[in-house]
């Protein structure tokens, strides 16, 4: 793996929230990889910021934990406490005055400041009017937030609307994990890199294609959280549909944050309503193998979906007529996140063969990343022309050696992105609020018709009407497999 280390800016890094989950798991085992990459500038801090009261040494300690925990390989102790020297801690109430006059003496001026508002949502407007108030930012200043960004289209508005009375949005970098995703982004390379794929896409050649993202997981401890979300907020409004922009959209002129971001928005934008009997909602139930999800968020009569499956149309010159079909849920035979594109039919064959043979490209973005390109080529030996379809099989891992596969966690990036000032994997607010336009009447849609979600086994591929939705339309879905 050939990686490249850009230089960044001396910054400081304020983590609000970081003693909390997202902070030991990924923000700071993040930062160290980046340390140890040699990209964190020796002027770089990371300032903790979080209601409990200890001092630096204190969250150095948090922070050493959280690293050793949280790191795929056993860190290096010289690195680590070395990196841990990078690191301060200010105790501080978001809503009351604690800590915001020692937080302003320990920020420097002279260097990249950015915010990771690592907090739930109710704390946004909070944060961004004190930043303001005891002068900590400039216009150069960023703000990192996270999902989920609003609840509905009203809420994501009035988040919006607070962030933009102190900051513009050139200095706000909503985060959408998947975007941080290596293989997300050889989405944009694979088809904007090759003259093989941009004829053919488009619904003169492609039939229909398909956005799986299975995981094997349940709830877990997130049940109180999730059962206020379900999978059509929590995986659809943002991660699916950002993977159903990417590959759907025009190619951009550039590739540049507004360039890439105008782009998505119209996908957005042209997004069909989508119909009742396109929609299946799922959840599962308890077999050997797990918990049902009704006892896992603690609500015996829960109607939240953990699976959602829909048939989607875009309404543009490229798309009308093919279908995309979404589908994610937890608790699935296998972990796997894959797109699909399921090209037509041959419109003649001079074989006579009569069997049915279309090529199907499918991208695999997680586990095991990859290509296969399904061709059709003659059966060996004599007998006549028969036909057969063989996959072209590429695994990123083989075709690039043992170090093909990139680890660099989507956080790694997406923070560095931040002290770059590149805004291109990060969501703009008007696509957010679009995303949201086209879930809200899904969802309230359900609350209407008291709709109930199909039960589901553990470890199965999802709900059999899900299956249903497809054989209507004389197709089916792609195995989930690991
Ligand atoms: C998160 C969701 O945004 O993404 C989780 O809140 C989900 O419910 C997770 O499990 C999936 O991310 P990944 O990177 O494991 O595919």
Not at 105 to 116: I, P
Not at 231 to 247: E, F, G, P
Not at 397 to 409: I, P, S, Y
């Amino acid at each position: 793996m050939v990686s490249r280390v850009i230089p960044v800016q001396p910054f400081d890094l304020v983590i609000f929230g970081g003693t909390g989950d997202l902070a030991r798991r990924k923000i700071l085992p993040g930062l160290f990889r980046r340390f140890c990459a040699g990209q964190m500038p020796e002027k770089a801090r990371v300032i903790g910021a979080a209601r409990a009261d200890m001092d630096t040494a204190g969250y150095r300690a948090v922070v050493r934990d959280a690293i050793i925990e949280f790191s795929d390989e056993t860190p290096d102790d010289a690195s680590l406490g070395k990196f841990l020297e990078h690191l301060e801690y200010v105790p501080i109430d978001a809503r009351g005055e604690t800590g915001w006059r020692e937080l302003a003496k320990l920020v420097r001026a002279d260097v990249v400041r950015a915010f990771y508002f690592s907090v739930g949502p109710s704390l946004f407007a909070d944060l961004a009017e004190r930043l303001n108030q005891h002068g900590l930012t400039d216009e150069d200043s960023r703000i990192v937030v996270e999902k989920p960004f609003g609840r509905d289209l009203d809420s994501a508005k009035s988040l919006n609307r607070d962030l933009a009375a102190f900051f513009h949005e050139k200095q706000i970098y909503r985060i959408d994990h998947y975007l941080g995703k290596e293989t997300v982004q050889n989405l944009m390379a694979v088809r904007f890199g090759n003259m093989l794929f941009e004829p053919l896409w488009n619904s003169q050649y492609v039939d229909h294609i398909q956005i799986t993202v299975a995981e094997t997981v349940g709830v877990g401890g997130r049940g109180e959280y999730y059962d206020k979300s379900g999978a059509m907020r929590d995986m659809v409004q943002n991660h699916l549909m950002q993977l159903l922009c990417l590959i759907a959209m025009e190619p951009p002129s550039k590739f540049e944050p507004d360039a890439v971001r105008d782009e998505k928005l119209k996908v957005i934008r042209a997004l069909d309503e989508v119909e009742p009997h396109h929609i299946v909602r799922g959840q599962y139930e308890a077999s050997e193998k797990g918990k049902a999800f009704r006892d896992e968020v603690g609500d015996s009569r829960s109607r939240t979906e953990s699976y959602v499956a829909l048939k989607v149309g875009i309404s543009n010159w490229r798309w009308a007529g093919t279908p995309f079909y979404l589908r994610t849920g937890k608790r699935l035979k296998a972990r796997s996140s894959e797109i699909t594109v399921v090209f037509k039919e041959l419109n003649h064959s001079i074989f006579g063969d009569g069997g049915e043979h279309r090529n199907v490209l499918s991208i695999r973005l997680q586990p095991n990343e990859g290509i296969t390109l399904g061709v059709t080529i003659k059966e060996p030996g004599l007998g006549g022309m028969r036909l057969i379809d063989v996959p072209l099989d590429m695994s990123f891992a083989d075709a690039l050696g043992d170090e093909g596969v990139d680890q660099t966690d989507a956080y790694e990036r997406l923070i560095m992105d931040v002290i770059r000032g590149n805004q291109t994997l990060f969501m703009r607010g008007d696509e957010v609020e679009a995303a949201w336009a086209w879930t809200d009447p899904i969802i309230r849609g359900w609350e209407a018709r008291g709709d109930v979600p199909k039960p589901y086994e553990c470890a199965s591929e999802g709900p059999g009407d899900a299956v249903q939705m497809l054989a209507r339309d004389r197709r089916v879905w792609r195995k989930v497999s690991p």
